[in-house]
């Protein structure tokens, strides 16, 4: 009797739970416009963000963002820079003078000012920090201890198969033209299929190839792990907020395995750049 009870309460109240009307995530691929130091980098010289004609080209791209009519805007930058990013915004918002290249700034922070959007941007990237909690401690000396074998093991080129140095090839060479393309056609291609699944691999998953004395599959969880912190700080923002609309603009080399994660969450629907353009 009690075992029928039980499967009548999970019959009811399971299909409601997921019944609920689902949360768009906007998932935006872009470049870093202030400059980086990663090695696969757009040249601020030739890319004038601040200048008169890519300023229009961004209106243009914002425009397009501006009808996803999204109540947060998450930025890639850790939470201990959020008041500044709010004292940013709030510059901003009251149409002080504000000149930044980088791009949770040319594209968060105005999109938020154009949405209305009360609290601006909110930054939920992750570095480990070991004065924070303990899982991030251990982390920190396996992380350390890897490291240190890699050195000792002299790993360097040759532990790479010939597929890396295409598609990095391939990616630097998309990036050099960056400052020659209209800028809503940069973000088509950015956030494009391909071009997504090019950065995966040379960002996460071209270190398991070979893979040797098992130093491979430590760089892929070294940046894996990033990912999946990133993802847990949006996906509980959501849950605990429960916004009908989104919007995540990061880094083009973590949007596919965001894409993947939110995908599979039962509350989520993800929308793609891309999407825009569909009729």
């Not at 872009?30 to 757009?42: I, P």
């Not at 004292?87 to 002080?96: C, F, G, L």
């Not at 890897?146 to 000792?152: H, P, Q």
């Not at 599959?217 to 989104?246: E, G």
Request: aromatic share 12%; net charge neutral.
């Amino acid at each position: 009797m009690k075992n029928t009870l039980a499967l009548c309460f999970l019959l009811y109240f399971v299909p409601a739970a997921f019944s609920q009307q689902k949360v768009k995530v906007h998932l935006i691929a872009t470049y870093h416009m202030g400059g980086t130091t990663d090695a696969l980098k757009v040249d601020g010289n030739k890319d004038n963000i601040l200048g008169p004609e890519r300023q229009k080209q961004l209106s243009a791209l914002l425009d397009i963002l501006q009808k996803t009519d999204v109540e947060k805007i998450y930025v890639e930058n850790t939470p201990d820079k959020q008041k500044f990013w709010d004292s940013i915004y709030r510059d901003h918002y009251t149409k002080k003078r504000v000149a930044m290249r980088n791009e949770i700034f040319q594209i968060g922070v105005k999109l938020a000012q154009r949405l209305n959007i009360r609290g601006g941007v909110k930054c939920i990237d992750w570095a480990y920090d070991e004065s924070r909690n303990l899982s991030d401690r251990l982390f920190a000396e396996y992380a350390a201890k890897m490291n240190r074998l890699c050195d000792s093991l002299h790993i360097d080129n040759h532990d790479f198969t010939i597929y890396d140095s295409i598609v990095l090839k391939q990616l630097s060479e998309f990036n050099s033209n960056i400052p020659k393309q209209d800028l809503v056609t940069v973000f088509r291609n950015l956030n494009s299929k391909e071009y997504l699944n090019k950065f995966y691999y040379g960002n996460v998953s071209t270190y398991l190839d070979k893979n040797t004395e098992g130093t491979g599959a430590f760089w892929t969880q070294y940046n894996m792990m990033r990912n999946v912190n990133i993802y847990s700080n949006i996906i509980r923002d959501i849950l605990a907020d429960r916004p009908q609309s989104v919007l995540v603009l990061y880094g083009a080399g973590h949007i596919k395995a965001l894409k993947d994660m939110f995908e599979a969450h039962p509350l989520i629907e993800v929308v793609m750049f891309e999407d825009y353009f569909k009729e």
